[in-house]
């Protein structure tokens, strides 16, 4: 299996620098090109930690063959929509699988992907990367974007930009914890 997708980027942080600058009690503006560079770091981070992704973005899921019992989990929550599925048959041609021959769980966490009723996942070449999924995942706005992962990009940000250096007077594990807790209970196995 392999994923690929859209990265977060400063159009898409789920918290503004305005917002981390306030969190941080910073006034200047020297700094605010950095600030934004840790805020990707931080959520790259968090959302890594959760399987999730905040804010809207294309990813591509592939597979060597359609799952046995088939069920398709993308990766990433939450999911929003599936694009595409496309698959190499055994002659070696790309086909496109019909959308109405799939249904899509967006509402369970990861979401799903099942053969319509009476419909199965077709046969495919047995090669890597036999079948390619192009989805959607994330919240639409930052609005939608769980308090507890903003405080957490918060924590780590502010803990980024404190202790700059590799070594610290301050335990990574206590920042470790508790941006764990925060994370935690809505991460995605």
Known sequence: MSITGTPVTTETLPVSVSNMKEHLRITHTEDDGYIEALTLAAAEACENFQS????????????????????????????????????VDTDGATH?????????????????????????????????????????????????????????????????YEHRESASEVKLQEISQGIQSLLGPTRVF
């Open 52 to 87: 999730r992704k905040y804010m809207q973005a294309g990813k591509v899921l592939k597979l060597d063959e359609f799952p046995e019992d088939g069920v398709i989990r993308p990766p990433w929550a939450p999911l929003i929509q599936v694009d595409s599925i496309q698959y």
């Open 96 to 160: 496109a699988v019909d959308s109405g021959d799939y249904d899509v769980d967006t509402e369970s966490e990861p979401g799903r992907i099942t053969p319509a009723f009476n419909e199965s996942w077709p046969a495919t070449r047995p090669e890597i990367n036999a079948v390619t999924i192009n989805y959607q995942a994330g919240y639409a706005t930052a609005d939608e974007v769980p308090d507890a992962v903003k405080h957490a990009i918060k924590l780590l940000v502010g803990h980024y």
